[in-house]
C-alpha cells in the first residue's frame, strides 16, 4: 500500500507558475514509476508527465517546455513545476504511483487559471 497527499493547487493568471508536491508514504521502495495527470471538465482523464525509476522522464506535447516533473528535495516527494501557465491547464491535477501492476492515486489538487 502506497499514501499520496498531494499540495500546491491553486488560483493563477495566465502566464504565472505553481509548484505542485506529492508525498508518498507506504511500501514506497516498490515504486517503479510515478507521474502527475489531470481531468478537465467534460474530459476525460490524461497524463502530463512521468518519471520513472530509472530516471526516464515524458511530458504530454501540450506541456513541453514548461512544465517539470523531478524529485524533491524530501525524501519520497515528487514534484511538478508548472511555468507560462495557460487557461486551458485548468484541471484537477492527481499524482500517481506505481507499484508492480497496482496504481496508487492522490486526492488530487485544483489548478485554476484564469484572469
Known amino acids: 500500500q502506497v499514501q499520496l497527499v498531494e499540495s500546491g493547487g491553486g488560483l493563477v493568471q495566465p502566464g504565472g507558475s505553481l509548484r505542485l508536491s506529492c508525498a508518498a508514504s507506504g511500501n514506497t521502495v516498490s515504486i517503479n514509476r510515478m507521474g502527475w495527470y489531470r481531468q478537465a471538465p467534460g474530459k476525460q482523464r490524461e497524463s502530463v508527465a512521468s518519471l520513472s525509476s530509472a530516471g526516464s522522464i515524458t511530458y504530454e506535447d501540450s506541456v513541453k517546455g514548461r512544465f517539470s516533473i523531478f524529485r524533491c528535495n524530501a525524501k519520497n516527494t515528487m514534484c511538478l513545476q508548472m511555468d507560462s501557465l495557460k487557461p486551458e491547464d485548468t484541471a484537477v491535477y492527481y499524482c500517481?504511483?506505481?507499484?508492480?501492476?497496482?496504481?496508487?492515486w492522490g486526492q488530487g489538487t485544483q489548478v485554476t487559471v484564469s484572469s
Open positions: 500517481m504511483v506505481a507499484v508492480g501492476p497496482f496504481d496508487y
